[in-house]
């Protein structure tokens, strides 16, 4: 199939090569491991002389797949999938830091994220210097001469903020650093950070790629020669994705850029409703032009993704009443998802932060983040107005 092909057709149709049954839809391959010819065969297998599966701790025709698809999607050479999107960053970070490392990286990124970057890697004496997000000017400061890793999310979760991936290009490249971009929010329909110098991707799968709320999964792509550290230290430590996850997952893929083209219709509408709503004062997604980011999203996102953030008046008391109040938006953890989703950071995911904290990535008392679902956009709205009435 030729490379030049678009997105669409790129995600439909690349495909593990026909079985001699002559399929139309990939197989399943619910096997631990694979048999080989003779003992020839499975030494020059294993010394990696052949390129074939062995274990599908290692390699399978699913998960393979799988990263074929977001290889292709992100313009990134090679790949491995794992069981979460965290196991993705943990796996990223630990195969390409060593002992005495230092890592810079935005503020505002996932709460184990964050946990990992505070809890973990000092174990291991790596340390990480923070820079906000309307204070990128301060990066190049903290820069150190043990700096190896540049690391950020855009979209952030959950403020949606979003940072200028070819500034960041740019300063990994002068510095010698390896720029890592979470693409979560974005996924690789909206955003391909590679072409703005990012040398690693990370996905976590579970969210917009898989967009049902059914699997577990991540993805990290980039560079073949850092995806071979990454590769070898994964099969080693066990963090695989499991066959059937990733079917589900490349399945998704097919339907993706029709999936996020809706959502991102349905929370922009959403967004400009709460927006003229007396009860609300703020209002933050991407290709609102009230953003304050939004000359750069219009710049490096072909739309804006499918998250909302909000802040409501009232503070802690009233993200509560207006959570209560909800019928037909859920309340959950995840985002993504068909379904319409609520949360209220301040008294939930981030209620263990101090209010320091928490204000320093943008999580007010009062802020509400809607994951806009794919149900129709009268519905997501009259619910919403009830609510916050």
């Known amino acids: 199939m030729s490379k030049e092909n678009h997105f669409e057709t790129q995600a439909i149709r690349t495909q593990m090569e026909r079985s001699q049954y002559l399929e139309h839809s990939t197989p ?3 096997t631990s491991s694979f048999v080989f010819e003779d003992a020839e065969d499975m030494r020059a297998s294993f010394s990696e002389e052949k390129e074939r599966n062995i274990y599908s701790r290692f390699t399978n025709p699913n998960t393979s797949e799988f990263v074929d698809k977001i290889c292709k999607l992100e313009g ?5 999938a794992y069981a979460t999107g965290m196991s993705a960053v943990f796996s990223t970070f630990a195969a390409l830091l060593n002992a ?8 505002s990124v996932f709460g184990s994220t964050h946990s990992l970057f505070t809890k973990f890697l000092p174990k291991w004496n790596i340390e990480t210097s923070y820079f906000k997000v309307n204070e990128v000017d301060n990066i190049e400061s903290l820069i150190q001469s043990n700096t190896k890793i540049l690391y950020a999310e855009t979209p952030t979760n959950p403020a949606v903020d979003i940072l200028d991936l070819e500034l960041l290009g740019n300063i990994a490249k002068k510095h010698n650093l390896l720029l890592i971009i979470d693409n979560c929010f974005a996924t690789p329909y909206l955003q391909n950070p590679i072409k703005f110098g990012a ?7 579970t969210k917009l790629i898989d967009g049902q709320g059914r699997v577990l999964g991540g993805v990290t792509v980039g560079k073949a020669n850092l995806i071979r550290e990454v590769y070898l230290f994964s099969r080693n430590t066990g963090p695989a994705l499991s066959p059937f996850n990733a079917w589900v997952l490349s399945k998704s893929l097919e339907t993706l850029s029709v999936r996020v083209d809706r959502h991102c219709e349905n929370a922009l509408k959403v967004a400009e409703f709460l927006e003229s709503h007396k009860n609300v004062q ?3 997604y991407p290709f609102l032009k009230s953003h304050p980011q939004y000359d750069i999203a219009k710049k490096q996102m072909k739309k804006g993704g499918n998250i909302v ?4 008046k009232g503070g802690i008391e009233a993200g509560r009443q207006f959570l209560n109040k909800l019928q037909l938006l859920l309340l959950s953890a995840n985002l993504g998802d068909t ?3 609520a949360t209220h950071p301040a008294s939930t995911t981030h209620s263990k932060l101090s209010e320091v904290d928490r204000l320093e990535v943008g999580i007010t008392d009062g802020l509400v983040r809607v994951s806009v679902g794919l149900e129709h956009t009268d519905d997501i709205i009259s619910d919403l107005k009830q609510a916050l009435g």
Not at 309 to 312: L, P
């Open 28 to 30: 399943l391959h619910l």
């Open 76 to 80: 990134a050479e090679a790949g491995y």
């Open 199 to 205: 040398d690693l991707v990370i996905h976590s799968a």
């Open 339 to 341: 379904r319409s989703i």
């Open 282 to 284: 703020l209002v933050k």
């Open 100 to 107: 005495g490392d230092h890592v810079v990286s935005c503020r």
């Open 309 to 312: 953030a909000f802040e409501i």
